[in-house]
Each structure stands twice: as C-alpha cells, then as structure tokens.
C-alpha cells in the first residue's frame, strides 16, 4: 500500500489541490448553515429594503434624481456584504483554532499565502451570493440597476476582501466568542450607519460632514452607489485607490500575522 | 544514508515564558521504529508540534530526510504524516471528507486521494461510519479516523502521539499488527506512549525526554538488557523517586 519511500517527491510549486480543498472544506462548512450563512442576510435587507426604501422612502422626494429606494438598496447591500464578509472570515479561523483544526493545514505543504488566498476565495464567493440575493430582492421592488456591472463587480470583491483580513486579524487575535463580536458592534456597524446608507453627506448637518469624508465605509457605499444608479458624491478614484491601499495593507498585516504564527502556532 | 529526523539544540519557549524543550538533541535513523517516552509535560509533544509545524521552534534546527523542517517546510511537511494525542478534527465534518480534505492538502489528485481514502476507510474497518460526522463516533473509531488520515498521502515518516490512548485491546492488538506491518515496508515511525509494554513490543529504539532534554537513548535491547529493563530505565531518566525505582526493579 505504500509508494517507494525512497523516491524524491517533485518540487512542489503552487499547491493548487491544497488550496482548492481548503475552498471545497469552507463550503462545505457554509452550507450546514444556510439560513445563517445566506437566508438571514436576504430577510434582513428585505426587512430593510421594504421598511425604509419603499413604506418610508414613498414619502421622500427624490435624491439626484433617484427615488429613495434605488438610492438605499446600495447601502444596504453594502452593509450585507461587509457583514457577510466578516463573519464568514471570523468564524472560518476561529472555529478552526476553537476545535484546532487549523492543525490540518499547518502540517500540510501549504503556503501562507495559499491559506489566506482559499479563505478569502469562499469570503468573496458568499459576499457574491448574499450581494446576487439582493439584488433579486431589489428588483422585485422595481429597484434594482445597473450602470456598471465591472465597477459592481469591484467594489463587492474588494470590500469583501478587506473585511475577509480584517476577519482573520480578529479571528487570530480572539480567544473567545465575545472579542469575535467587538470590531463588528463598536467599529463596524456605527461606521456604516454613519457612512451614507440611508443619506448623502448634504443631508448631514455642516459639522458632522467630516465624519463622511473621513469613513471608509462612505467610499464603499459611494463607490457601490455610483456602479448601480450612477450617484455619486465624492471623487470616485479617491475610493477606489483608499480601498486597494487597504486591501494592500490588511493583506501585508496577515501574510505578516500567518508568517509569525500569531494565533496559529503558539 | 541520511537521517530520517535530525534535530539539533531544539528549544521551544512559549509565550508564557514556558520552557517546555530545552536543547534537545535527537536523531532517528531511517526505517526505525522510535519509542519517545517521558512524564506528562515532558516536552514530547511539543517536540511533535515543532518537528511537523504546529509549533514553531524558538531555536534549533530540525532536518526531515535532510530537509530542513523551518526554512523548506513545505517539502519537509510532505515527508510527515501526524496523527496527534488530541482530535483536532472539524467535528462536523464526516470520516471520509476529514480523510479526503487532508489528501487534498498534500496535493493529491482526486482520482488518486479516491482510491487511498477508500483503501484506508476499509483497512481501519470504517466503512459502515464512512458518511458518519466525527462528533458521532466512539473514541476508538475516532483514534482509527485520524490514523487513516495521517497515512492518506503515504508519508515517509509516521509520528503518533499516543495512538492507542483510550482504545480497547482489539483495536490495539490491530493497530500494533498495522503498525509492524507499515515499519517493514520501510515507514519510519516515531512514537509516544504511556505504555511501556507497547513500546517494547514496537520499537527498536528508545528516546526518554524529561524537562525538555532527551535523559536517555540507545536501542530497545540495551534498556530492556539493563538492570530492572525498560521500566526502571525509564524512571531513573525521568528522575522518579527512589522508591518507584526500587519498587520496579524489586
């Protein structure tokens, strides 16, 4: 049953297999739990999209031309994408480390880059699906657009991928279910409700204005905005080069992180 | 011929401040079958945990078949097939795809992980517990589940962290007969356990570690040959109290 022991095994280049099995593994986590993982995210922004896009936006004029509902459905498919992106990408290594089968893939011949790709690989795909939800959600309100679907393309890829590394910095670093949670209830969650899902900057009063241009989540949402309804309030390259400098950024921190064995090999 | 593992100065310190290896020395010969003995917290399984990537060593060198286990630890990895002392295992996950997912790991082909998680499946008696989730099985199956997946990419070297913790003495008897068979197809294996009985009946060489230093080594007929034999050996390197020493050798 064995292979001749004393044949050299062939240089191992990218481990391919390797890193297509650590999507094939995700997804199979992913779909034990549909309802959390894609049926939850869909109810909540139908809940949104129906309560304040069509019974509360019927009774605001239009924004740039847009009526209300075409102008939050963005947002709030942002704000999904963000919370799909990162909770898949914390549970993922947490419970990884929690039931320390992340041991299987630091024995295995697998690059650091190779792990952090196949994470971020099934991050991007249910940010995908949640985003393709809702777009159908949308649609079936007659709010559904599109003025570039490369542009939606984009914005939905790279936001998810910051907050895929961002999800794996939090998942590294907690050491229980509580620390998991903080970045999205004091960081993430007041950042893109003040970030433009429900208004523009001109509606904010002169003073808080700084909080928009000074937020990511704005350009995210802003960014997102303008690929579906062509709405726009800030210099689009300005968003899209801050969001590659983070996806650049997060990226070096966890190659980083992995490399050091934070959380991982201690 | 070189070694099948070399390790050289190995120190580990933990975050803490825990030294739990302390410049161990240590080669293993390949084709041997290496008992690893030593007292609970002795350093062996971090030892493990540095030699297969778990754990990264402090300082140190360690050589897989010659390659170094740090620097090039891709291709020493491929060398490696762990089964650990404690189930680290998605719970949910079933025995074949837990056997399966680690083939794909180490690169292999889905035509050939097929053919070697169907043969493992049967050889550890498996097959009516194949789409069973992990969480859903016996102690001892769980122990056969993770050996399976130790072996699914035929590795040179076979470390196992006390295999036969917790199992009954069928499946020991079974493992013992596996284990024999896989030495004599030319497997390098290194093995803890607290059963001294079972490392003499395995091993053709004997490593006992004690506060993270290797205390005593030579081939199991020198300890067996020695005063008292493999018990006394062992607790005269782990500095046990006299009279546990004299209890044994009595």
Known sequence: MTNDNSAPLPRLGINWIGLYTIIRREYSRVMRVPIQAFLAPWISALLFIFVFGYVVGGRISTIGGHRYIEFVLPGILMMSVVNAAFLQSTSQIYFQRFLRYIEETLVAPLSYVEMIIGSLAMTVFRSIVTAVGILAIGAAFGATSMSGILEFLFWVTSVSIIFGLLGIIVGLWANNFEQLTMLNVFFIAPLTFVGGVFNTVQMLPEWLRWIAWGNPFFYFINGLRHSMIGFNEAPEPLGALLTLAMVAILGVVVWRLFERGYGLRE | ?250
């Open chain 2, 1 to 250: 011929m070189t070694p099948a593992v070399s390790i050289s100065h190995l120190e580990k310190v933990y975050r803490s401040g825990t030294k739990a290896v302390n410049d161990l020395s240590l080669t293993i010969q390949e084709g041997d079958f290496f008992g690893f003995l030593g007292p609970n917290g002795a350093g062996k399984s971090t030892t493990i945990h540095c030699i297969t990537g778990i754990a990264k060593p402090t300082s140190g060198k360690i050589e897989i078949f010659g390659v170094d286990a740090v620097k090039d630890y891709r291709e020493a990895r491929r060398l490696i097939g762990l089964s650990p002392q404690e189930f680290n295992v998605d719970t949910f996950a079933t025995v074949s795809q837990i056997i399966d997912w680690m083939g794909g790991y180490f690169g292999l082909r889905a035509a050939e992980r097929k053919e070697r998680v169907d043969m493992l499946i049967e050889k550890f008696d498996l097959v009516p517990h194949a789409k069973k989730q992990f969480r859903e099985l016996s102690g001892g199956l769980k122990r056969r589940v993770v050996l399976a997946r130790a072996l699914v990419h035929d590795p040179r070297l076979l470390i196992l962290d006390e295999p036969t913790a917790g199992v009954d003495v069928e499946l020991r008897r079974d493992l013992w007969r596996y284990l024999l068979e896989l030495n004599a197809e030319g497997k390098t294996i290194l093995l803890t356990s607290h059963y001294l009985e079972e490392v003499e009946r395995l091993c053709r060489t004997i490593g006992i570690i004690s506060g993270g230093k290797i205390t005593k080594q030579g081939t199991k007929a020198e300890f067996i040959g020695s005063a008292g034999g493999l018990e006394n050996a062992y607790l005269m390197a782990t500095g046990a109290e006299p009279d546990h020493i004299a209890a044994a050798g009595a």
